[in-house]
């Protein structure tokens, strides 16, 4: 077995990349995100002052639900590698952070969307156990076969909403990381609809333009079974 990366030592510039951004976006999450992912950061005990020791938060995170951070220089891994990764219950962390003037919106997973949007979220059991799950749906699928697939996790993992207590919550991490992006998403600009398998896959998603439709899930039940209705739709596996 190969030796993991070790995680990388972050620069003063980089926290204070950090700094910026959570001063910019964590008005945002405590009017808007659901109580999983609030309850998420404070498990993890992330900080404004500076990007998270990763060994320690590797093992929180191992504590909690079982899975392990996996350090990567690759800004965007291709979709097979992901998803290997995350059947194996593992999350890859970049080591990259976005420029300053890109505070407000980023096409590129960099470090501060995973950590600050995925992470939290990755602390509750069902969340990550539903993760983990639906890595192995999209691993019966080739890359062509799966690109609807790929949609369903951008309109729920990434930008959905959730339904909680009668109020509808920020819940994809991609609204929780993009102060931008959060803001334009609770603007009338965007249309926000019931979620359903249907509904997404008339629409094609880009990582370069906001959004103009979003879905709104009923609870995390809907989440956990979307992958497998998926599948049920999509009838065409590899063969094993």
Not at 71 to 89: K, N, P, Y
Not at 197 to 215: G, Q, V, W
Request: hydrophobic share 40%.
């Amino acid at each position: 077995m190969s030796t993991p990366r070790p995680f990388k030592r972050f620069s003063p510039e980089e926290d204070r990349i950090w700094q910026m951004l959570w001063a910019r976006q964590m008005d945002n999450c405590q009017l808007h995100a659901s109580r999983l992912w609030l309850g998420g950061l404070h498990k993890l005990g992330m900080t404004p002052d500076r990007i998270p020791d990763f060994g320690e938060m590797n093992e929180r995170l191992k504590a909690l639900v079982g899975w392990e951070l996996v350090s990567t220089d690759v800004i965007f891994s291709d979709g097979q590698t992901w998803f290997e990764h995350l059947a194996r219950r593992q999350f890859l962390i970049t080591e990259y952070i976005r420029d300053e003037k890109d505070l407000l919106y980023t096409p590129l997973p960099d470090i501060w969307h995973d950590t600050f949007g995925h992470l939290p979220l990755m602390t509750d059991p069902r969340y990550a156990d539903y993760v983990q799950h639906f890595a192995h749906v999209a691993l019966r699928y080739t890359p062509q076969q799966r690109k609807s697939l790929g949609s369903l996790w951008w309109y729920t993992i990434e930008f959905g909403f959730m339904m909680e207590g009668g109020e509808m919550k920020a819940f994809g991490a991609g609204l929780m990381s993009s102060p931008g992006e959060i803001e334009h998403a609770y603007s009338d600009a965007v249309a926000k609809t019931p979620f359903s398998i249907e509904a997404f896959e008339r629409i094609s998603p880009s990582p370069h333009a906001m959004h103009n439709t979003l879905f709104i899930l009923d609870d995390m039940a809907q989440l956990e079974a979307s992958a497998e209705q998926w599948a049920s739709l999509h009838p065409a596996p590899v063969s094993l």
